[in-house]
């Protein structure tokens, strides 16, 4: 099914050809056509599924077509619960109305930075991606009102929800007005979010894609039997005997990061840490430079992976396991993305190696395990 059936015009066809899109991703097909119809959505779907350009192609497409807004007055809102998210999902519209021939104003707002540039550059906005806490700042500011959002998405509406912003969230429906459409995407569908889904969505049509599960297909998963004080020469191993010139590696935890980033560049492997205790500019910084190629090493922990899309990913290194199998499926996830092929290695220390079965149960596949008690990792 080509996009020119979805009810697409010719320019934003024109636009996803230039780029390259040979056909929609599964949740592209089934929500495109809805959300130009106007109806609420309920999409269950993971990070890495094509939902993003799913509801950005139609909301663009609708945009096009209507008269500017007052200044400060948003047309579309988009909330999602971390800074690199709201980056990543504005840097996905700006991308594609720089292909169209109307100009759509798109900001990412967001915590950890002085608010003073976001209020100025709030002039003309017509889409506003934001984290509620920040956008709730901005409003009691009256830098923007949203008195004419037409269209609300709630993005990973599940994250939002275990980071604590349903009081912000609340608060912030409060002040939209009552028609408009809301679209909400979460990767799972707990009470939590069902209790927003009744509260928000009016007679809602749901989508349900399991992509990243179906993607592990492209993912080739190995793991190493290693004592915990052998990780750190062990990653340094994998990373030189395979080449890696772009790899993602997960920890656990803030201080488990910093150790790890802190022994890499005395080895000669440059690499940098991406984390909550991080300042906005610096995790903006690491950002850039690994998606450009120029960091060979990005060490993230779990909250901070959110937002981390990046198609051609060929390794990511589980230096630390997640807690859940969910979390584990999350993070193999940044590889294997757009049909491109991607390895994900797992260090299991003894004392993970129980969890380490349960994952690979919950998942329905078996990893090869190789023992490294005889390996000379020098």
Excluded: C, W
Excluded at 27 to 51: H, M, N, R, Y
Excluded at 143 to 149: C, F, I, P
């Amino acid at each position: 099914m080509p996009f020119s059936s979805l009810g697409l015009s010719d320019d934003i066809v024109a636009a996803l050809a230039a780029m390259k899109y040979k056909e929609p991703y599964p949740i592209q097909k089934e929500v495109i056509p809805l959300i130009l119809t106007g109806k609420d959505l309920l999409g269950i779907a993971q990070t890495g599924s094509g939902k993003t350009a799913g509801f950005v192609l139609p909301i663009l497409e609708l945009l096009r077509k209507q008269a500017a807004s007052k200044n400060r007055h948003v047309k579309v809102l988009v909330l999602v619960p971390t800074r690199e998210l709201a980056v990543q999902t504005a840097d996905v519209f700006q991308t594609f109305v720089s292909k169209l021939n109307k100009h759509i104003k798109t900001l990412a707002v967001y915590g950890g930075v002085s608010i003073n540039p976001q209020m100025i550059q709030l002039q003309d906005v017509e889409i506003l991606v934001a984290t509620p806490g920040r956008l709730l700042e901005l409003v009691f500011s009256k830098a923007v009102h949203l008195s004419e959002v037409g269209v609300l998405v709630l993005d990973e509406a599940d994250k939002m929800l275990n980071l604590g912003f349903k009081e912000e969230m609340n608060q912030l429906f409060e002040l939209l007005p009552a028609k408009r459409q809301n679209l909400l995407f979460s990767a799972t569908l707990g009470q939590d979010v069902s209790a927003v889904a009744g509260l928000l969505l009016i007679e809602p049509s749901r989508i349900e894609i399991k992509a990243e599960t179906n993607n592990l297909d492209l993912i080739t998963q190995t793991a190493y039997t290693v004592t915990p004080e052998r990780k750190g020469p062990l990653l340094r191993y994998l990373i030189r005997h395979h080449n890696m010139e772009q790899v993602l590696v997960f920890t656990s935890s803030v201080h488990k990061a910093e150790s790890v980033v802190s022994k890499l560049p005395v080895n000669g492997i440059q690499a940098e840490a991406l984390h909550g205790q991080k300042t906005q500019g610096g995790r903006t910084e690491a950002m850039r430079k690994f998606k450009s190629g120029q960091l060979r090493v990005l060490v993230a922990t779990d909250l901070a992976s959110r937002g981390i899309d990046i198609p051609f990913l060929p390794f990511v290194i589980n230096y630390e396991l997640p807690r859940s199998p969910k979390d584990y499926i999350h993070r193999i996830g940044r590889t294997g993305r757009a049909e491109s092929p991607g390895d994900a290695i797992s260090l299991v220390s003894p004392e993970e190696e129980h969890h380490f079965k349960v994952i690979q149960k919950k998942m329905g596949k078996l990893i090869p395990m190789q023992d490294t008690s005889e390996m000379n990792l020098l």
